[in-house]
């Protein structure tokens, strides 16, 4: 009986959801040097890195390494204003910067996150380094995990 009461309550609430995150896509990786971290993952581990390429609207150059399961996304400061150049400032070595998640509806997801009080780090959707809209949700509202969305 009371097992029935909670899934009726749990599915009411999934069945009112206007959006649903689908599956991680990538663990962003901070660099201060690109090229030595393309040797890591190609000489070291073996792995195939995709092309360096710029993306200016975002201050970052980013390499891709396709795993079996996800991606992993090198990237390295484009600019003086770049994000990875502050990141940087604070962990020289580098480090995990964000992950990423594909959601099915992101504007659904950033009104509805909005009304929960989630900071975002822009105002609106900007098109990603796959082509695709994304929009970060604030580390401080997130358990100090930076995280992307990114629609599918």
Excluded at 24 to 32: D, F, G, K, P
Excluded at 125 to 130: E, L, N, S, T, V
Aim: net charge neutral; charged share 25%; proline share 5%.
């Amino acid at each position: 009986m009371i097992f029935k009461a909670i899934s009726q309550n749990f599915s009411s609430v999934a069945n009112k959801r206007t959006w649903n995150v689908i599956r991680a896509n990538h663990v962003a990786v901070a660099t201060s040097d690109i090229t030595q971290s393309v040797k890591l993952y190609e000489d070291v581990l073996g792995i195939k890195t995709s092309q360096a390429v710029p993306q200016p609207d975002h201050g970052v150059t980013t390499v891709f390494i396709e795993l079996s399961n996800m991606k992993l996304e090198l990237l390295h400061p484009l600019g003086d204003k770049s994000p990875i150049e502050k990141f940087l400032q604070k962990s020289p070595s580098g480090g995990m910067h964000h992950i990423c998640l594909e959601v099915d509806n992101i504007e659904n997801a950033v009104k509805d996150l909005k009304e929960k009080n989630i900071r975002l780090l822009s105002d609106e959707p900007k098109i990603g380094a796959h082509g695709k809209p994304v929009i970060f949700l604030h580390p401080k509202d997130c358990s100090g995990v930076l995280i992307e969305l990114e629609q599918v």
